[in-house]
């Protein structure tokens, strides 16, 4: 998702919010940066699971921000319904996250039991 926010700016931003001033598009091509910097994370953590695996919880903690924040602007009505894809689908990485971080402790023999 970052890469076409990044790259295409003025486009994703109309896709989700209608044609937009100068300022706003650009600060939508800054979240898209922030997004693919997100994409080095996942990298980081596919690499060695267990040493990276504190990065996971910043991302159930964004995934859960992008859910609330983008389902809540639909319903303001100041975005458009396409931004309930993106939330659903970050919805569903989060509790792939939540279930990742479960099997891993398990594995690890950190559940308690």
Do not use: C, Q
């Amino acid at each position: 998702m970052g890469g076409p926010i990044f790259f295409f700016r003025d486009w994703s931003y109309g896709l989700a919010y209608g044609a937009g001033p100068e300022a706003a598009t650009r600060f939508w091509g800054d979240f898209g940066y922030a997004v693919l910097l997100i994409g080095v994370g996942y990298l980081m953590i596919a690499r060695d699971p267990r040493r990276n695996r504190d990065i996971v919880w910043l991302g159930i903690l964004a995934k859960a921000f992008d859910v609330v924040a983008l389902t809540w602007r639909w319903h303001e009505g100041i975005a458009r319904p396409t931004v309930l894809i993106p939330a659903a689908i970050d919805g569903a990485f989060g509790i792939g996250f939540v279930v990742f971080l479960r099997a891993l402790a398990s594995e690890a023999g950190l559940t308690g039991r």
